[in-house]
C-alpha cells in the first residue's frame, strides 16, 4: 500500500512539473520572442556607447537585486509549512534591505561607475537601485506561487510586463530619451510584475517578524545568494573588463552579440530552471530520486540548448546583422565565441550535477 502511494504521489508530481514546464516553455517562447524584437528596435535605435553604459548599470543592479532578497525566498519553496513568522519575515527582511541596497546605489553611485570602467553609468546606477525593492515587493508572493506550481501566473506576469515595458521603451527611445528608455523600460517591467505577482497570490503581510526567524534562515538564504552572486559575476565580468579597457561602447556591441546566444539560452534552460527549484524542493528528502531528477532536468536542457547555440554561432555573420542593422554587422564576429563560452559551461554544469 505504501509503495503504491508512493508511485501515486511521484505520478502526481511528475504530472504537475510537466504543466508547469509546459506553461514555463509558453512564457519562455513569448517573452523571448517579444523580447528579442524590441532588443533588435532599440538596437536600431540607440548607439553601442549607450547600450553598453546601460549594461553597466544593470550589471549592478542584477547584484544589488541578490543582495536585497539574498535568497531568502528559497526557504520558502524549502519549508514543510509555512508559518506567519516565516513567510511575515522573509517580505519584510526582503523589502528592507532592497532599501538599503537602492540608498546604496545612490550614495555610492559615482564609485560603483568607476569600478565598473563606465563614469558615465553613475545616473543609471543610481536609478536601476530604485528598482530593487520594486522587485523584493512581489518577490515572497511569485515564489508562494510557485511553491504552488503556479507557472500560469507566472507567464502572465512575464508576458504582461515584457510587452508593456517594451512598447515603453520603444516609445521613449523614439522620442529621444537615450539610454534612460531602458532605464525606463526596466522600472515599468518590474512594477507590472510585482503588481501581477500580489494579483496571482492575494496574500498581505503581517507583522510577524521574527529576528528568531530570520537567524534560522540566515544560513541558507546566505549560501544561495552567494551561488547566485558568482554566477552573476562570473557572467559581468567580461562587461567591466571590457568597459574599463575598451569603453562602453564594446560592450554594447559585446552584449548585442550575447543576446543572440541568450535567446536560445534562456528558451531552453529558464523553462526546466523555473521548475527545477520547487520540484527538487519535495524530493529533498530521497536523495536518489533527488539525483535522477536533477541530472534529468540538466540532460534535458544541455540536449536542447548545445545544438541550438552553435548552430546560431556558425550562422552569426548573416544572422545578426540582418536582425540588428548596422550594430549587428560590428556585433556578427562576436557570437561563435558566444557560443563556445555557453557550451562550455553548460557541459561544465550537466558534469558537476552528474
Same mark, same amino acid.
Given at each position: 500500500?505504501?509503495?503504491?502511494?508512493?508511485?501515486?504521489?511521484?505520478?502526481?508530481?511528475?504530472?504537475?512539473?510537466?504543466?508547469?514546464?509546459?506553461?514555463?516553455?509558453?512564457?519562455?517562447?513569448?517573452?523571448?520572442?517579444?523580447?528579442?524584437?524590441?532588443?533588435?528596435?532599440?538596437?536600431?535605435?540607440?548607439?553601442?556607447?549607450?547600450?553598453?553604459?546601460?549594461?553597466?548599470?544593470?550589471?549592478?543592479?542584477?547584484?544589488?537585486?541578490?543582495?536585497?532578497?539574498?535568497?531568502?525566498?528559497?526557504?520558502?519553496?524549502?519549508?514543510?509549512?509555512?508559518?506567519?513568522?516565516?513567510?511575515?519575515?522573509?517580505?519584510?527582511?526582503?523589502?528592507?534591505?532592497?532599501?538599503?541596497?537602492?540608498?546604496?546605489?545612490?550614495?555610492?553611485?559615482h564609485p560603483l561607475a568607476r569600478a565598473m570602467g563606465s563614469a558615465e553609468a553613475a545616473p543609471v546606477i543610481a536609478a536601476m537601485g530604485f528598482v530593487v525593492p520594486i522587485s523584493a515587493a512581489g518577490a515572497s508572493h511569485m515564489s508562494r506561487t510557485l511553491r504552488a506550481f503556479g507557472h500560469r501566473a507566472l507567464a502572465a506576469r512575464s508576458l504582461g510586463a515584457g510587452i508593456v515595458g517594451g512598447c515603453l521603451a520603444l516609445w521613449a527611445a523614439d522620442?529621444?530619451?537615450?539610454?534612460?528608455?531602458?532605464?525606463?523600460?526596466?522600472?515599468?517591467?518590474?512594477?507590472?510584475?510585482?503588481?501581477?505577482?500580489?494579483?496571482?497570490?492575494?496574500?498581505?503581510?503581517?507583522?510577524?517578524?521574527?529576528?528568531?526567524?530570520?537567524?534560522?534562515?540566515?544560513?541558507?538564504?546566505?549560501?544561495?545568494?552567494?551561488?547566485?552572486?558568482?554566477?552573476?559575476?562570473?557572467?559581468?565580468?567580461?562587461?567591466?573588463?571590457?568597459?574599463?579597457?575598451?569603453?562602453?561602447?564594446?560592450?554594447?556591441?559585446?552584449?548585442?552579440?550575447?543576446?543572440?546566444?541568450?535567446?536560445?539560452?534562456?528558451?531552453?534552460?529558464? !523553462?526546466?530552471?523555473?521548475? &527545477?527549484?520547487?520540484?527538487? %524542493?519535495? *524530493?529533498?528528502?530521497?536523495?536518489? @530520486? =533527488?539525483? #535522477? +531528477?536533477?541530472?534529468?532536468?540538466?540532460?534535458?536542457?544541455?540536449?536542447?540548448?548545445?545544438?541550438?547555440?552553435?548552430?546560431?554561432?556558425?550562422?552569426?555573420?548573416?544572422?545578426? !546583422?540582418?536582425?540588428?542593422? &548596422?550594430?549587428?554587422?560590428? %556585433?556578427? *564576429?562576436?557570437?561563435?565565441?558566444? @557560443? =563556445?563560452? #555557453? +557550451?562550455?559551461?553548460?557541459?561544465?554544469?550537466?558534469?558537476?550535477?552528474?
Amino acid at each position: 500500500m505504501s509503495i503504491k502511494h508512493e508511485d501515486n504521489r511521484d505520478g502526481a508530481l511528475r504530472r504537475r512539473a510537466a504543466r508547469a514546464v509546459g506553461w514555463s516553455i509558453a512564457r519562455i517562447a513569448g517573452d523571448q520572442l517579444f523580447g528579442f524584437l524590441v532588443f533588435a528596435a532599440l538596437a536600431r535605435t540607440l548607439d553601442p556607447a549607450t547600450l553598453g553604459i546601460f549594461i553597466v548599470g544593470l550589471a549592478v543592479a542584477e547584484v544589488g537585486k541578490i543582495v536585497a532578497q539574498g535568497g531568502l525566498v528559497s526557504s520558502l519553496y524549502r519549508a514543510p509549512a509555512l508559518t506567519p513568522q516565516l513567510v511575515d519575515t522573509v517580505f519584510w527582511a526582503n523589502l528592507g534591505m532592497g532599501v538599503v541596497v537602492a540608498l546604496a546605489c545612490l550614495v555610492l553611485q559615482h564609485p560603483l561607475a568607476r569600478a565598473m570602467g563606465s563614469a558615465e553609468a553613475a545616473p543609471v546606477i543610481a536609478a536601476m537601485g530604485f528598482v530593487v525593492p520594486i522587485s523584493a515587493a512581489g518577490a515572497s508572493h511569485m515564489s508562494r506561487t510557485l511553491r504552488a506550481f503556479g507557472h500560469r501566473a507566472l507567464a502572465a506576469r512575464s508576458l504582461g510586463a515584457g510587452i508593456v515595458g517594451g512598447c515603453l521603451a520603444l516609445w521613449a527611445a523614439d522620442a529621444g530619451w537615450g539610454v534612460w528608455a531602458l532605464v525606463f523600460q526596466r522600472f515599468a517591467s518590474e512594477t507590472i510584475g510585482t503588481l501581477v505577482a500580489w494579483r496571482a497570490f492575494r496574500w498581505r503581510p503581517g507583522f510577524a517578524f521574527s529576528w528568531r526567524t530570520l537567524r534560522e534562515q540566515w544560513r541558507l538564504g546566505v549560501s544561495v545568494a552567494s551561488s547566485q552572486v558568482l554566477i552573476v559575476t562570473l557572467n559581468r565580468m567580461q562587461d567591466v573588463i571590457l568597459a574599463r579597457t575598451l569603453g562602453p561602447g564594446t560592450v554594447g556591441v559585446y552584449r548585442t552579440a550575447w543576446k543572440a546566444m541568450d535567446v536560445i539560452a534562456q528558451g531552453a534552460i529558464t !523553462p526546466v530552471s523555473t521548475v &527545477s527549484v520547487p520540484t527538487l %524542493a519535495k *524530493l529533498q528528502h530521497d536523495m536518489p @530520486a =533527488f539525483r #535522477r +531528477c536533477y541530472v534529468r532536468l540538466v540532460s534535458l536542457t544541455a540536449m536542447i540548448a548545445l545544438p541550438a547555440m552553435a548552430g546560431v554561432g556558425v550562422m552569426a555573420d548573416r544572422l545578426i !546583422p540582418l536582425l540588428l542593422g &548596422s550594430i549587428g554587422s560590428r %556585433a556578427s *564576429l562576436w557570437p561563435a565565441s558566444c @557560443a =563556445f563560452l #555557453r +557550451c562550455l559551461w553548460c557541459s561544465t554544469s550537466s558534469r558537476i550535477l552528474r
